[in-house]
């Protein structure tokens, strides 16, 4: 599981452009249920990405399709994790018991 930490590299008028096109690659990533949550960062500094994939090459690969990436607006700090509690709200998604 890998938490996605964007920090925008350039000014909110030029991220508004290509927000639209950044909600597309969000929801391409939800409907194959790989992003579990996603949202700004509060003030607007960037966003952030819980995405459940295999491995670092995959999320690599996925960030790589980003708007914001491929256009440069902003930075992405990937932090890899491995969940060993959740709330059972989040059994369905993760490789975890309540046990655990």
């Not at 929801?27 to 500094?45: A, E, H, L």
């Amino acid at each position: 599981m890998f938490l996605i930490l964007l920090t925008y590299k350039k000014p909110l008028e030029e991220i508004d452009e290509f927000l639209s096109a950044h909600t597309s690659f969000l929801d391409t990533y939800y409907s194959q249920k790989k992003f579990i949550f996603s949202g700004r960062r509060n003030p607007r500094t960037g966003g952030v990405i819980l995405v459940n994939v295999e491995s670092l090459e995959e999320m690599h690969r996925i960030i790589a399709e980003d708007p914001f990436y491929r256009n440069g607006l902003a930075d992405y700090e990937i932090i890899e994790f491995i969940p060993s509690k959740c709330n059972s709200t989040f059994l369905d998604f993760l490789a975890v018991s309540e046990a655990d």
